[in-house]
């Protein structure tokens, strides 16, 4: 296994929309343990293939306060989103230290194939269900900070170019 470096607001490639996984193999099943290792290491609750730079559809979460209960999600599809709507506070391993409110369906079923290439059908409500959403939504190129008003997500592009710039130095 092996740490993946993440990739991290506003570099463009976390805009690209991934693929559908073909075939659940090997190689696939290599990448999400290191996307989990990398996910636990960076202490997430998430982590898609995008934010990895690897633009196919697949993610990893764990939501569970002991950190023992990984969920790997390949080609993902919502086949059922609540009317309820939730704004719950929203973090990404991609936009260090920024939290904001996301507003979106309270509770989702989620179909995916896991990492034996065995299709899986999954209700999810709370934070599984935000965490969920969250990360389909870097499938599709898409950065929770995008849902936020210009006024704070150009305050957010700005103060991270900043601290890469600061990194950048030492
Ligand atoms: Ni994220």
Redesign the pocket.
């Known amino acids: 296994m092996a740490l993946l470096p993440i990739l991290c607001y506003p570099d463009p490639r976390l805009n690209t929309v991934a693929r559908p996984v073909r075939a659940v193999d090997a190689r696939v099943r290599a990448l999400a343990a290191d996307m989990l290792q990398t996910m636990y290491d960076a202490q997430g609750i998430?982590l898609?293939a995008t934010?990895v730079d690897v633009h196919e559809r697949v993610i990893v979460i764990d939501v569970s306060d002991e950190r023992n209960q990984p969920l790997v999600l390949i080609n993902p599809e919502i086949i059922w989103a609540s009317a309820e709507r939730h704004v719950s506070d929203e973090g990404?391993?991609?936009?260090p230290g920024i939290y904001d409110g996301v507003e979106r369906a309270a509770a989702v079923k989620v179909t995916a194939l896991d990492a034996q290439g065995e299709s899986r059908t999954l209700d999810a409500d709370g934070t599984l269900a935000v965490c969920i959403q969250?990360?389909m939504d870097?499938l599709m190129g898409k950065?929770?900070v995008e849902y936020l008003s210009p006024l704070k997500r150009n305050r957010i592009r700005t103060k991270m170019l900043k601290a890469r710039r600061e990194a950048e130095k030492v």
Do not use: D, P, R, T
């Open positions: 998430g898609a934010q990404c391993l991609s936009v969250h990360e870097h950065v929770f």
